[in-house]
């Protein structure tokens, strides 16, 4: 990966080559939180405008401490507050902004109106990069207000008349990493305003951000941060005093299984990957939100996108077949340990504030969330395809209407990501058994979304939306089913990526885009659920993803062995996420070491 030239900006010295703190020395255990479950492969990218870059930088996981966000979402308020934002202010058709007075990158300079500005305005310029697609809903952004000294702070965000969608805007406001101007535009200069290459720069080189921590070290084994005591947000949020942890580490393990045993051994103190039957770790010293079942709260629908460009993944029959024919009931006991509620069919949460869009009714009559093989053989047989079984009752291959025999289709998922691997396991081998001749795929964690992205899957294990933000569930749905920058595989896609419903293809059908455009233009409560009713039946009548069970939007689990003052559902000063990520980063500031730490 070729490295960042930052024009004499910043000093280039290769972190990646040590793996010490700053002063020499060891790491205290008193002073060094260990964190797990963001990063399962060696970092080669430390740049917030890459596809998949290494842990601290993250969008996708909302990972905010280095680059931030303007504000952050608290799911047990359901509220936005402020992070590089001071405040926000709803119009007809624009939302108001005001950017903290305080606010300071790590080399000093102020995060000012002209960074926020900057930072959103790539996305007009550069259509490959994640924050494109909000400008389908704004018109512009400009700076506002009286002249702020010394620097500008205010910026209204101009709704777009044709396409109003304030719960678009909203949300990326909470999720995208607001970049130094200062920094990112001589690189763009410097590599020919080509985003593509400048998305590749590893940015691994004292990264300027503005967040509580910064980068140290890297290697294979594990990601060094460390506290920075100039933080910024110390005085405006914490009253002057600093992160507990000088040092917030990473390790780096393969899978899901180590990060569990290091939670129980004590090497580990808080982590976001899936440990299986908690409760017996309790005597461990391993902890979640809730002490008892469900011990996570639900906030997420894992499922596996369909790319549909090609046969024989372009039939309903097919895919209807493939929704009829998982065994739900294993994946919710056996794949995630029981982390979960009975899976109701549509992309509809049945349970919290998106309860009242669900209609158990619509999900009965049209819908593919339990396991019935008569059903899944019915539409096999209704799209002319014929499985052919052995002796022993195993299935040898399928055909379809014309006797030709089928492809293998393949399901994807990271290899290492434990529960993910059961979920594709339990489900191939269900399908298998109706007659779908399907395998299972499993890939690099470094390439699941590239190639996401790219197209480049039959089946992909995905989340599609997981945050608690503003627009659910309209965002689960604009993830799944938007065509707004439609690509053809091979070109990315951040949203829709199984490439369903091609508006210049004959079979498309424009009530699902006239249904995303229209739900975040409505107030009233009874028009959004007629909406929300119809979208849903609209998604399991054509069945373009499989949603394959319920889970929470973020793994929560911390071991008290060497630091305690983690929140849980007793103690909900702060939502149920881990140090570093959306507002679980503010649990750094009440954790203490344990006595026994060093």
């Not at 009714?361 to 008569?374: E, L, T």
Request: overall charge positive; glycine content about 6%; hydrophobic content about 40%.
């Amino acid at each position: 990966m070729r490295r960042a030239s930052l024009s004499g900006l910043l000093a280039f010295a290769l972190v990646g080559c040590h793996d010490a703190p700053s002063d020499g020395g060891a790491f205290p255990r008193s002073q060094t939180l260990y964190v797990g479950g963001y990063q399962s492969h060696e970092p080669v990218s430390f740049n917030p405008l890459a596809s998949a870059p290494a842990w601290p930088v993250q969008p996708y996981n909302s990972v905010n401490l280095m680059y931030e966000p303007l504000f952050v979402f608290n799911t047990l308020t359901g509220k936005m507050e402020p992070l590089l934002g001071q405040s926000f202010a709803m119009g007809e058709m624009h939302i108001d902004v005001t950017v903290q007075p305080t606010a300071r990158f790590s080399d000093g300079r102020p995060v000012t109106a002209h960074d926020v500005k900057y930072t959103f305005d790539l996305g007009q310029q550069h259509k490959s990069l994640p924050v494109a697609p909000l400008w389908r809903f704004l018109s512009s952004i400009e700076i506002i207000g009286p002249e702020a000294k010394p620097h500008p702070r205010q910026l209204r965000f101009h709704l777009n008349p044709e396409r109003k969608n304030p719960l678009s805007v909203l949300d990326y406001l909470q999720e995208t990493p607001i970049l130094p101007r200062h920094v990112f535009a001589p690189l763009f200069a410097e590599h020919g305003n080509d985003a593509a290459q400048v998305s590749k720069l590893a940015l691994d080189a004292h990264p300027v951000s503005s967040g509580p921590y910064g980068l140290v070290s890297f290697s294979a084994e594990r990601i060094v941060t460390e506290r920075r005591d100039d933080y910024w947000g110390n005085q405006v949020f914490f009253g002057g005093k600093r992160a507990a942890p000088r040092y917030v580490i990473h390790p780096i393990y393969k899978s899901n299984d180590h990060y569990s045993v290091a939670l129980q051994q004590g090497r580990l103190d808080a982590s976001a990957a899936f440990v299986p039957r908690i409760w017996l770790k309790r005597r461990k010293g391993v902890r979640a939100w809730y002490d008892e079942v469900p011990y996570f709260p639900p906030g997420a629908m894992p499922l596996l996108f369909i790319n549909v460009t090609e046969a024989p993944l372009d039939d309903v029959h097919l895919r209807r077949a493939m929704a009829f024919s998982i065994r739900y009931d294993d994946i919710r006991e056996l794949a995630v340990s029981g982390y979960s509620q009975p899976l109701q069919s549509g992309l509809i949460l049945p349970f919290g504030f998106e309860g009242k869009y669900f209609s158990e009714a619509d999900a009965k009559q049209y819908g593919a969330s339990r396991f019935d093989p008569a059903r899944a053989r019915a539409e096999l047989e209704a799209g002319g395809y014929q499985p052919i079984f052995d002796s022993a009752g195993e299935l040898v291959e399928t055909r379809d209407r014309h006797g030709r025999r089928l492809r293998t289709l393949t399901v994807s998922s990271p290899a290492g990501w434990t529960d993910w691997e059961s979920i594709v396991r339990i489900a191939v081998r269900s399908m298998r058994s109706v007659g779908i001749d399907v395998r299972e795929r499993f890939i690099e964690s470094s390439q699941h979304r590239p190639l996401t992205y790219a197209g480049d899957f039959d089946l992909m294990m995905f989340t599609p939306s997981p945050p608690p933000t503003p627009s659910k569930p309209w965002s689960r749905f604009d993830t799944v089913l938007s065509t707004l920058d439609f690509q053809r595989p091979g070109r990315k896609m951040f949203k829709n990526m199984g490439r369903f419903n091609d508006p210049s293809a004959p079979g498309y059908v424009r009530r699902f885009d006239e249904l995303l455009a229209l739900i975040p233009t409505l107030d009233s409560e009874s028009e959004l659920r007629r909406a929300y009713r119809e979208l849903n039946v609209l998604f399991m009548k054509y069945q373009p993803a499989l949603p394959v069970v319920y889970r929470p939007d973020q793994f929560y689990e911390f071991s008290e062995k060497a630091w305690t003052g983690f929140p849980t559902a007793a103690k909900p000063f702060l939502p149920p996420q881990a140090p570093g990520a959306r507002m679980g980063t503010r649990s750094l500031w009440h954790l203490s070491p344990t006595p026994q730490a060093d």
